[in-house]
């Protein structure tokens, strides 16, 4: 027979209160007390009853995760973080992939919603005029990440215009002429919602515009690489600012391939800061995407109260940029 909290209550004890306490890590119990119900837990097998539990607090300790794909490796980090931050604080995670695909974005949050998880945190993929009043239909709190929907929804990203803009700067003062910034803008309808690429685009035209004379070039349709490719390199010295690490490693054995040396006859840089970078070289320059504080800060907005008086929070990290070999 499963033993129930009130059994461990009765076996330590302690008041139910007092276990609820320890079991969920809370404070109010000192910690030789919190560690004798664990104990005692673990000892008779305890496991909780989801079903009660959720009766109990109205929450069902499940919250959604909808992210555009796991085959980047930026995704894949980040899922990791907020599934680790769910976990220390006893939530689970249900994941979806949205491929940048709206109605599949709009099927996966009915989905979620309708199995009443305690909250949705999103990287959004669409933009239209609509979507602010489907995501309130759903009654459950939303979190957006990284790419904004509007300011009625609490947000985490990065000061991504702001870092690119200094990136900007820094590249140029070595010596740069040309920038060629790839970032696939036009490779996705109007709807798709792209806040972050065009943000860091907007950045590196403002750096820009404080150096006359210097050339820029967008590179923003799905064949960046062929693009890339048709610059004359000879004609001036070109640094290419990718919007992300995925977008430079392409670029970067492009050029290898056709015998382009790095950083000698191009610069290049990334965004992002993925693992597989590791192994790469020359060691590309990137800016570090501080993705365990981005979960973590995501997840707090979502599960912990707020005065709404407060207003609609707004999180927007300071990464930092990490020089390598490719500038």
Known sequence: MAIT????????GVSVGTVDRALRDRAGIRPATRERILATAREHGYKPNIVARALKTRRTWDVGLIVHDLENEFFAELVNAIQETAWKKGYFIQIAVSRRDPERERTALEHMAGRNVDGILLFPTSVDPGFDHFLRSLGRPVVTIANKVSPAWPFVGLTDRAIMREATRQILSRGYRRLAYVG???AFPARINLYEIQERWAGLQEAAAESPGVQVALFSRADYVEQVRRLD???ARTAVICASDIFALEILTDLRTRGVHVPRDAGIMGFDSIDALRYISPRLSTVEYPIQRMGEAAFSLLVEPREEAAGVPVVEL???????ESL
């Open 318 to 324: 300071e990464p930092r940029i990490l020089w390598g």
């Open 5 to 12: 909290i009130k059994d461990l209550a009765r076996l330590c």
């Open 233 to 235: 390199l000879a004609a």
């Open 184 to 186: 696939p803008l036009d």
